[in-house]
Structure formats: C-alpha cells, structure tokens
C-alpha cells in the first residue's frame, strides 16, 4: 500500500452524498465511513465502530483511532495521512490529507469533497495518524 493507493481511493469516493453512518461509496458516506471505506479498499486493517453519533463527544473519536491497530499516530503529514479535526468542543471530524488539499466527506458540503488545506482547515487538526504497512 502506498500514499497514491490511498488518495486514489479516497478519491474514488469524490461526489459521494454524506450521510451520517454512511459505509458505501457512490451511495453514503460520512467522513468515518471514508475512512474505513479507504481503508478497505486498500487493505488496511481496521475495525469499524458503528452507533456513535453525530457528534462524538467524550474524546469518543480519538479513542476509537487510538485503538485501531491499522493506524499509528505520527507527527508529520505526509500524504495519505489521516487527520483527526476539532470544530469546537472534542475532535469529531476526519479527512485524508493529500498534500496541499484535503479529502472528506464533510456535512456542511453534503458530500465527499477535495480543497485546499488553507490555515482555517489546517488550524482544525488535533492529531496525525498514519496507515500502517505504508511503503
């Protein structure tokens, strides 16, 4: 698996309607769902965590990462990463980072979407977490 499955993945996925809980791309998503849609088809090992709401509250999302045995936390981006994001309040969000953009799958937009990582994005990420067996 490198960054290029990964965004090629993710990418995939572009267009998708967001909703909550969704799990297949081109039908639903949301930006959970992305991830271990991306994950799947890349073959990445995760486990996926249905019945959380809309938004998790608790440290709920951290949490669920932290224990996923795909995933390493890191410190540096580099494309394909996994970013964990803060609106207000506990980190709810996740997007793929893809260098100078970003891919997810965001309410407000109502789909899955690419743009620009500008500093407003940038200044929502908490965490960094990396796919494991990346080469």
Same mark, same amino acid.
């Given at each position: 698996?490198?960054p290029?499955?990964?965004?090629?993945?993710a990418?995939?996925?572009?267009g998708t309607?967001?909703?909550?809980?969704?799990?297949?791309a081109?039908?639903a !998503?949301?930006c959970a769902?992305?991830a271990?849609?991306v994950?799947?088809k890349?073959?990445?090992?995760?486990?996926?965590s249905p019945?959380?709401?809309a938004?998790p509250?608790g440290?709920?999302? $951290?949490?669920a990462l932290?224990a996923?045995?795909?995933? $390493?936390r890191v410190f540096?981006?580099?494309?394909?990463?996994?970013? !964990?994001?803060?609106?207000m309040g506990d980190?709810q969000h996740l997007?793929?980072y893809?260098? $100078?953009?970003?891919?997810?799958a965001?309410?407000?937009?109502?789909?899955?979407c $690419?743009?620009?990582l500008d500093?407003?994005?940038?200044?929502?990420?908490v965490r960094i977490y990396r796919?494991?067996?990346i080469?």
């Amino acid at each position: 698996m490198t960054p290029e499955d990964i965004l090629a993945a993710a990418r995939s996925a572009i267009g998708t309607p967001f909703r909550h809980q969704g799990r297949e791309a081109g039908k639903a !998503l949301d930006c959970a769902g992305l991830a271990v849609y991306v994950a799947d088809k890349v073959g990445a090992e995760y486990q996926d965590s249905p019945g959380y709401a809309a938004r998790p509250s608790g440290g709920l999302l $951290e949490s669920a990462l932290d224990a996923q045995t795909g995933l $390493e936390r890191v410190f540096e981006m580099q494309p394909g990463d996994l970013l !964990l994001m803060r609106f207000m309040g506990d980190p709810q969000h996740l997007a793929i980072y893809a260098g $100078e953009t970003i891919i997810h799958a965001f309410a407000a937009g109502r789909k899955v979407c $690419e743009h620009r990582l500008d500093d407003v994005w940038r200044a929502r990420i908490v965490r960094i977490y990396r796919f494991r067996g990346i080469s």
